[in-house]
Structure formats: C-alpha cells, structure tokens
C-alpha cells in the first residue's frame, strides 16, 4: 500500500493556524498559537499533526482516512474524527473534534484545499478500508449525499435513545419478529445481510429463525452497541458477524441467501436509505434470493381537514402585524404564509377526512434500479366522494414480507395502530372545492437531493362536473412545493370529529378499495403484484 504523498502535495504539507479549541473540554480548551499543522504520512497511514507547544513534544493527531474537515466561516473551520485517533498530551484524554481559527482568508482556503487534495491521492486511492478492502474510488454513497447531512444521519442512529424509539414502535418491531419466526423456512441454513442493522435487533431474529450465519452491516457508531448486544446473546452471537461500514464500501467472505433492512423513512422514501438496500442486492444478493421487506407502496388519497388548514394559515399571522415595536412586518407575511405550507405535516390524522379512494404507487424492492429512486412521479386520479373543500393530498406507506410460508404486511395507514412513521399531509396553500362525484387529476413529483430527502411537487385540479363534462378541462388548479427534509411533526391526537350523514360508512372503507392480493413468487422469480381492483389506481415501480 503506498501512502506518501505524491511531489504535488509535498509543498502542501505544512501550514500555521492561530489558535485551536479543543472541544471535549469542559468548557473548551484554547490553546493559542501560532501553531504549527503538518500533513504527513511517515506513521505508515495518513495524518494530520497540530503541534501544541513549540518543540513538537506535545501534538493532536487526526487520522485522515476518519476526520472530517467543516467550513465554520471565512477564518474558523471544524476538524472531527470519527476513529479514536491519537493524542500525545499529558494527562488528557483524547478530543475527537477541534475548531482551527486562521490569520486570513486566504490561510485557511490554503489548508483547505491541502486537506482535500491529502484525502484524495493519499487516502481514497492510496488506502486500505477496516475491513481489508482497497477502496479505488470515492463512495458511491459519498458522492450523492453532502457530508453534513450524513454526518448527522449517523450520529442520530448512532443513539441508544433513538434506537429505542424504533424498538419500542411496537407495530413495527412486532410484524418484523413475525415476519421471520413466520417464515423460519426462509432464514433456516440461510446467510442473511442485515442491511443497516441498528441495534441489531434484526440480526437476533434471523439468528433466532435458524440463520447459518448473519452479516450485521451498520455504518454509524451503533455498531459498537450491536456488538455488546448480540455479544450478550452469546447462543445466537456465535453466527452473527458485525460489520461496521457502509454497504456501498463493505466486501462480504459470501454472497447472502436473503436480505433483511429496515430502510423505510416518512412516506417511505425519506432518507434514501431505500437506494443502500437496492444497492446491498445487487452487491450481495444471490439470483432469486429473497428480500424481507420484499415490496413497498405508497398510498395517496385527497383529504379536507378545516382545523389543519387554520392552524397553518394562523402561524402566519404574527407577520401581520403593522406596529410590531414601530415596526410593519407585513412586507413579509406572504413569504411566511408560503413558507408554513412548505412543510409536510407528519401526524395520526382520522380516516374520515379522506374524501376519495386512495391510489397506489408500488416499488419492488426486487427489481427497482437505483436510479429510479432518485426522481418519483406518480400522476394522481380519484372521484370525490362527497362535496367539500379538498386541503391536500394524504399519504401513507405499507411494505410486504412475502415470504414462502406466510405474507406479512407492515401498515401507516390511518386508522391502524399508530406507527413512529404517523402519515403525512401535503397542504395546499389554496384549497380546491369539488362535487360528489367530481374528478380530481394531477401528479405527485418526488424528487431526491443530496441532504438525504426529496422535494416533492403536488398539483391537484378539480375537472369539469355535471353536464357537458365529458368536454374535459380544468375547473380549478392548486400546487404546492415542499421539502421532506423539514416537515411539521404535529403529534398530538387526531382531532374529535363529528359524525355526519357522509361518516356512515366504515371508517376504513375507504382504505379496503386499495388491497391487493399478493400471491407469492413463483419460483422463476415473476410478478406477483397482480391488478388492483377497478376503483382504485396502482402504479408500479
């Protein structure tokens, strides 16, 4: 493995910072300088070396193959390590994240643009991974999302509170303990992947079902507890292997018989961890191998819902204010007023406020591409079922464990048992008023960025009803842009409903038209996803 520097980088090696503070201090340490950084490689890997006192007794060293460089500024950045390093200062523990203060602008692009280049030719085509694998290239995953937001992505899961959260989702947890012990056929002998372990929950339960062994890939500090956990299992640690890295970088002794992931985020898609379980099957999944979950949906249906719609218009209201301290703050309720309808609302809402059948978008996690993960349009078509005022579309999401002995559902629908997922609203800033029996078109456009989520586009239109209306056109049009990212948690209970003439109906018939009937896979692999039933919409994926 070579790991110098190439003649390009040796006059990049060594640069003066002002000072640093070293945060896990309590409060931080300021250690002034000037202070001297050298970026070498003579330790066999490469590093990055703050020298604290002037005769370099004394130094805090970054292993660069884990540290991570954050512009805080134009003369202050952020250094962190995700490893456990190296530090040489008496009596101290070691500091995983320093902030560097710089004398100019221009010093501190200097050292930027040496760290960048030192991770490119040293570390990325020079280095060998934890787990033995010569990574040649940047991380497919790497490339796609922005660090910041995977930083933060890993740390969350990285949490015990977190994962508790997860476990204690009972629905959830449930069904997938069902789903395997179900169908122990399956796992029996079988060496299964866990995609994203987490805790390593999933992991146990295929152990449990007779796994002859279990890869744990998890790429947060989670992986430390995953191995504590099944560690204290130690009847079933004997056939689980934790992996620590990411699916998109890990290489495995054997191909997997079967996967098993969690991956699903808010309306499904959120987080994008979907793209590491496709990208996991094709890595590692034999042909004809099974995936548990094996297919998921998203369901669609418009809603009215008077309260919600009030509720976000009034948050508005504080930039209505003419005399705000002598001050009119109304030059900016029109942006405020966009802004709160920008946000998707995540919450337990009442199945009565759905005001048509739902339609469906399926996603095979068998056979849908990457790449048809990164941009979602699913067109939208439903028959108003009484005459209101339409505030949005609903949305929730079901996946399938279509195992060989039973088929499991996990469900978000509204009106099932609540789920740490809730649903999701879309609001539109301009509600639309339709008829019984009046058609509603438009198209739900999902598209991925880099800080893990999607922008989604919503347009409904309300079609010509009554006579001449087989004419066609277009009544009324509303359209909203929101971003997944920052939604609107709006948890508390659903709101107490009164019953109406409309209301006589079950309150989940509405939801019973979407069903599908899922045979399982032949053995040659084929569809199974059969036609929905005529009053309602399936799309696949």
């Not at 703050?50 to 991570?68: I, M, V, W, Y």
């Not at 004398?103 to 692009?109: A, L, P, V």
């Not at 012990?181 to 994203?196: H, K, L, S, T, Y």
Request: net charge negative; hydrophobic share 40%.
């Amino acid at each position: 493995m070579n790991t110098l520097p190439s003649e390009n980088l040796k006059h990049l090696q060594n640069f003066t910072v002002s000072s640093i503070n070293l945060l896990a201090s309590n409060p931080p340490k300021l250690i002034a300088g000037p202070l001297s950084a050298v970026f070498r490689s003579d330790s066999g890997f490469p590093e990055l070396q703050f020298f604290l006192e002037p005769d370099g007794e004394h130094s805090l060293n970054f292993d660069l193959r884990t540290t991570q460089l954050f512009r805080l500024g134009e003369l202050q950045s952020l250094c962190v390590s995700e490893g456990e390093g190296s530090e040489t200062i008496k009596e101290r523990a070691y500091s995983k994240g320093i902030t560097i203060h710089f004398k100019e602008e221009g010093e501190s692009s200097s050292f930027h643009g040496a760290f960048e280049q030192w991770k490119t030719e040293v570390v990325i085509q020079g280095s060998t991974l934890p787990n033995g694998t010569v990574l040649s290239s940047k991380s497919k995953f790497d490339d796609k999302i922005e660090a910041s937001s995977a930083k933060m992505y890993f740390h969350y899961y990285g949490q015990l509170l977190h994962q508790q959260n997860m476990l204690q989702d009972y629905v959830r947890t449930g069904s997938y303990y069902a789903a395997v012990i179900e169908n122990q056929a399956d796992f029996e002998g079988r060496v299964v992947v866990d995609v994203g372990a987490g805790s390593g929950i999933l992991s146990l339960f295929a152990a449990q079902a007779g796994a002859k062994h279990v890869y744990a890939v998890e790429a947060s500090e989670m992986a430390d507890y995953a191995q504590k956990l099944i560690a204290g299992n130690p009847i079933l640690a004997q056939r689980i292997t934790v992996i620590k890295g990411k699916v998109e970088d890990v290489e495995l002794p054997e191909k997997a018989d079967i996967l098993i992931s969690e991956p699903m985020g808010t309306l499904l898609v959120n987080e994008r961890m979907l793209e590491s379980y496709v990208i996991a099957r094709d890595r590692f999944l034999v042909h004809n191998g099974k995936m548990f979950p094996t297919v998921g949906r998203i369901h669609m249906a418009p809603f009215s819902d008077e309260y919600l719609y009030v509720e976000i218009a009034n948050k508005a209201l504080f930039w209505q204010q003419q005399n705000y301290y002598g001050v009119d703050l109304t030059a900016l309720h029109g942006t405020a007023f966009q802004g709160y309808f920008s946000q998707p609302v995540v919450d337990a809402f009442d199945p009565r406020l759905l005001v048509a059948p739902a339609v469906s978008h399926v996603i095979n996690f068998t056979t849908v591409k990457e790449e048809d993960l990164y941009e979602i349009n699913i067109p939208l078509k439903f028959t108003a079922s009484v005459g209101t005022r339409i505030h949005g579309l609903a949305c929730w999401f079901d996946v399938l464990f279509n195992g060989s002995t039973t088929q499991r559902w996990l469900t978000t629908a509204p009106g099932a048992p609540t789920t740490h997922w809730y649903q999701l609203r879309c609001v539109l800033s301009q509600p639309i008023y339709v008829m019984s029996g009046q058609e509603i078109t438009g198209h739900l456009h999902m598209i991925a960025h880099s800080a893990q989520s999607y922008t989604i586009n919503l347009t409904m239109s309300a079609k010509m009803w009554g006579p001449g209306a087989e004419q066609g056109g277009i009544l009324q049009t509303s359209s909203c842009r929101l971003d997944l990212k920052e939604p609107y948690y709006r948890m508390s209970q659903p709101q107490a409903y009164t019953t109406t003439a409309q209301d006589q109906q079950q309150p989940n018939q509405l939801l019973q038209s979407q069903d599908l009937h899922l045979p399982s896979l032949d053995e040659d692999g084929s569809d199974f996803i059969q036609p929905p039933s005529n009053d309602s919409s399936v799309h696949i994926l």
